[in-house]
């Protein structure tokens, strides 16, 4: 049986940030907080500052134009050591609107020069953000049409193929918000209950209703998913995923209720997943972040170190859940021993391919007998055993077999 986590941790956690209202100043004094912490996490950046509301969050160029910004080299070695793994919309375009194709094409053009790959696309502010994906905006509407489709014209603000050509394979519409404290895992009424206070008896009744034919199971009851695949009003494939938060609680200074012991404590239990949805550049008071938050980062801190709670990047969490979900395996008794065979992925939207080992860390498995289990991994030019580690019995009382999972290092960047 494959861990949901790397060894040896219960449930995964990631802090997934917007720029908005963030400086460049601010910025670094935040990660660098998180990093004294120990706690991994990536930002997200936009291209363009289209000069939307409130203080301005630095970008890639300066303005709408050509010019590089002086945080573009700062942003490029982001993305390539993997944190800066969220493409925040292409822009602020907040107050006037503007965005169109051609802004989107000289983005595309520009990190493909660099060699640069975006996993994750997560939408931005209101109605002028026409960039944004359906319902909100037109990014992935090759034409539009009037009302009885009888006329057609090209969408000037598709961009949905420009942005898949960088790498994206995730998005956050911008919708996708619950406050429910865990995702990934089937949730019980029981535990609906625990977190919400609100008791189980409007959700038996709705079962009920459901036996009755009447209705269905609330979403959250039932799959209770972190990802789901969405396909695009122009047809193009990704996987959509869930933040936790509230549009109105998504302040730094929010960060002690949302991430209160008792949700994280419920999210260890269950061995769920959270990807937070926040703004660490929106604060409710001037100055550096308060004692409070201090405090919430040393808990989530103590929690990582302890192995309980693994804090990530989202674009890792995200890719290692998949993983661990689209994982083609098979073991084998032969001569005494245990072979776990590593077949390849077959994931629902892409199909299947082959696993690279590096795609590898984190993996472990429950074994009876660590040390007469092998994991082989299946290769077109030859089946080759891979060093796996031993691990000791974790908080199941199993132990397991696999691969070591490595946070990453953000003090050079931040430096």
Same mark, same amino acid.
């Given at each position: ?37 120990? !706690? ?39 993305? &390539? ?14 107050? /006037?609107?503007? $965005? ?29 953000? !026409? ?52 995702? +990934? ?55 959509? $995923? ?14 002690? /209720? ?45 929690? $990582? ?75 077109? +030019?030859?089946? &080759?055993? !891979?060093?796996? /580690? ?12 696999? $691969? ?12």
């Amino acid at each position: 049986m494959i861990r949901s986590w790397p060894y040896p941790y219960r449930a995964a956690l990631a802090l997934c940030g917007d720029p908005d209202w963030q400086g460049f100043e601010a910025f670094l004094e935040w990660y660098r907080l998180l990093a004294a912490q120990g !706690l991994e996490a990536a930002g997200s950046f936009w291209m363009y500052q289209a000069g939307g509301e409130g203080p301005q969050a630095f970008s890639y160029y300066e303005g709408l134009g050509e010019l590089e910004s002086p945080h573009a080299g700062f942003i490029r070695k982001g993305i &390539r050591d993997g944190f800066m793994d969220s493409l925040h919309a292409y822009g602020d375009f907040n107050q /006037r609107g503007g $965005f169109h194709r051609g802004l989107a094409q000289r983005a595309v053009s520009e990190l493909r020069r660099h060699g640069l790959a975006v996993p994750i696309w997560t939408a931005h502010g209101g109605a002028h953000n !026409l960039q944004n994906y359906r319902p909100f905006g037109l990014g992935d509407v090759r034409r539009e049409t009037n009302g009885d489709d009888t006329i057609s014209w090209p969408c000037l603000e598709y961009h949905a193929d420009l942005t898949e050509a960088i790498g994206v394979r995730y998005v956050w519409s911008g919708t996708r918000i619950t406050p429910f404290p865990f995702r +990934g895992v089937p949730c019980t009424l029981r535990e609906y209950a625990r977190f919400s206070g609100r008791g189980v008896r409007p959700y038996l009744r709705g079962s009920l209703r459901r036996l009755q034919g009447r209705t269905a199971v609330p979403e959250e009851l039932a799959v209770n998913a972190l990802m789901e695949p969405r396909t695009l009003d122009d047809g193009r494939k990704v996987w959509s $995923f869930l933040r936790t938060g509230e549009h109105l609680q998504d302040a730094l200074d929010d960060l002690p /209720r949302i991430l209160e012991p008792r949700g994280l404590d419920q999210l260890e239990r269950v061995g769920g997943a959270r990807i937070l949805y926040y703004h660490p550049g929106k604060r409710r008071h001037v100055g550096p972040p308060g004692s409070e938050v201090l405090g919430t980062l040393a808990d989530l801190a103590g929690r $990582f170190r302890s192995g309980r709670l693994l804090v990530a990047t989202t674009a890792r969490l995200l890719d290692f859940h998949r993983l661990v979900r689209d994982l083609s395996w098979e073991a084998r008794e032969e001569g005494g021993e245990v072979r776990i065979r590593i077949l390849g992925r077959k994931d629902p939207l892409f199909g299947e391919s082959a696993v690279d080992e590096k795609a590898l860390q984190g993996l472990a498995f429950h074994v009876d007998r660590p040390e007469r289990t092998r994991i082989i991994l299946v290769q077109e +030019g030859g089946d &080759r055993e !891979l060093a796996a /580690r031993r691990f000791p019995p974790d908080h199941t009382g199993r132990p397991s077999l696999g $691969f070591p999972w490595v946070p990453l290092d953000a003090s050079a960047w931040l430096a």
